[in-house]
């Protein structure tokens, strides 16, 4: 038997303060006479620990969602609480801020700098967040292996595969720890084999406590997620798995401790 609720599908969860409260989120793209409505009213709310995917058709408003839940944009109406501060009136030099602090960004592209090494691509993070340069060293070192390419170091990104370099993406997201990892078809320039590498690392993020939140058409990697968010004409039509896991890591997250020197918070 499963009690009625009067909470709007994206906001059931668990117990503990969501990572992201989103309430009645709109988004109008303005060019000209014309407005675009991409977003429509989205309340939705991430706890910690949870994988959520989301999906919906072409121009139902994912990426839209995305860039306003990473801090790359501003809604038009509603409020975001990320982390618990409220992000949805600050300007976009405070959210560049927050986002190398709290968001670790996966793309389908990679976008890993090409004449950087993989060593040097991981550590950016944490050159722009002040970290000291021998603690700069131990993380890399540290989230390399976590990934499986400590021996991969010295490579360019043209010397790796598609595969090996998304793990490198996803090393380079988890630099600062953040609150959130936040993906945009991450598998979806990969082959079968090099994107199911990828979810199996995602699957092993999630097992140790991380917040994973992954725009898919990949119903492969939509399985691995243990909430699914469906996107229609801008608004939230379905939300379904399980409820967020109860605050007790059995491991703490990798990298140990948090960062420390992150500069102003
Ligand atoms: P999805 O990622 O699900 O394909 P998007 O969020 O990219 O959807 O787009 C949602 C809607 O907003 C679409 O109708 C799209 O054409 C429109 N849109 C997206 N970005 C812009 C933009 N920068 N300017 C105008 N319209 C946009
Ligand atoms: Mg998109």
Same mark, same amino acid.
């Given at each position: 038997?499963?009690?009625?609720?009067?909470?709007?599908?994206?906001?059931?969860?668990?117990?503990?303060?969501?990572?992201?409260?989103?309430?009645?989120?709109?988004?109008?793209?303005?060019?000209?006479?014309?407005?675009?409505?991409?977003?429509?009213?989205?309340?939705?709310?991430?706890?910690?620990?949870?994988?959520?995917?989301?999906?919906?058709?072409?121009?139902?408003?994912?990426?839209?969602?995305?860039?306003?839940?990473?801090? #790359?944009?501003?809604?038009?109406?509603?409020?975001?609480?990320?982390?618990?501060?409220?992000?949805?009136?600050?300007?976009?030099?405070?959210?560049?801020?927050?986002?190398n602090?709290?968001?670790?960004?996966?793309?389908?592209?990679?976008? #890993?700098?090409p004449?950087?090494?993989?060593?040097?691509?991981?550590?950016?993070?944490?050159?722009?967040?002040?970290?000291?340069?021998?603690?700069?060293?131990?993380?890399?070192?540290?989230?390399?292996?976590?990934?499986?390419?400590?021996?991969?170091a010295?490579?360019?990104?043209?010397?790796?595969?598609?595969?090996?370099?998304?793990?490198?993406?996803?090393?380079r997201?988890?630099?600062?720890d953040?609150?959130?990892i936040?993906?945009?078809? !991450?598998?979806?320039?990969?082959?079968?084999?090099?994107?199911?590498?990828?979810?199996?690392?995602?699957?092993?993020?999630?097992?140790?406590?991380?917040?994973?939140?992954?725009v898919?058409?990949?119903?492969?990697?939509?399985r691995?997620?243990?909430?699914?968010?469906?996107?229609?004409?801008?608004?939230?039509?379905?939300?379904?798995?399980e !409820?967020?896991p109860?605050?007790?890591?059995?491991?703490?997250?990798?990298?140990?401790p948090?960062?420390?020197?992150?500069?102003?918070?």
């Amino acid at each position: 038997m499963t009690a009625t609720t009067a909470r709007p599908a994206g906001t059931r969860g668990g117990g503990t303060a969501p990572v992201i409260e989103m309430r009645g989120i709109r988004k109008v793209y303005r060019s000209g006479r014309i407005a675009v409505e991409a977003l429509r009213g989205i309340d939705l709310d991430v706890h910690p620990g949870e994988f959520v995917a989301v999906v919906g058709p072409s121009g139902s408003g994912k990426s839209t969602l995305m860039n306003l839940v990473g801090c #790359l944009d501003t809604p038009t109406a509603g409020t975001y609480r990320l982390d618990g501060e409220e992000v949805s009136g600050l300007t976009l030099d405070r959210l560049a801020d927050i986002r190398n602090r709290k968001i670790g960004f996966v793309f389908q592209g990679f976008h #890993l700098l090409p004449h950087l090494a993989v060593y040097e691509n991981v550590e950016l993070p944490l050159v722009y967040g002040g970290v000291p340069a021998r603690r700069r060293r131990e993380r890399v070192m540290e989230l390399l292996e976590q990934v499986g390419l400590a021996d991969r170091a010295a490579h360019r990104p043209s010397e790796i595969s598609g595969g090996q370099a998304q793990r490198v993406a996803i090393a380079r997201a988890l630099a600062m720890d953040p609150a959130i990892i936040l993906a945009d078809e !991450p598998t979806g320039n990969l082959d079968t084999a090099s994107g199911s590498d990828v979810m199996d690392l995602f699957s092993e993020l999630h097992r140790r406590g991380r917040t994973l939140v992954v725009v898919t058409h990949d119903p492969a990697l939509a399985r691995r997620a243990a909430r699914v968010v469906h996107l229609r004409d801008g608004r939230i039509v379905d939300d379904h798995g399980e !409820p967020a896991p109860p605050p007790t890591p059995q491991e703490p997250p990798e990298g140990g401790p948090r960062i420390a020197g992150r500069g102003p918070s």
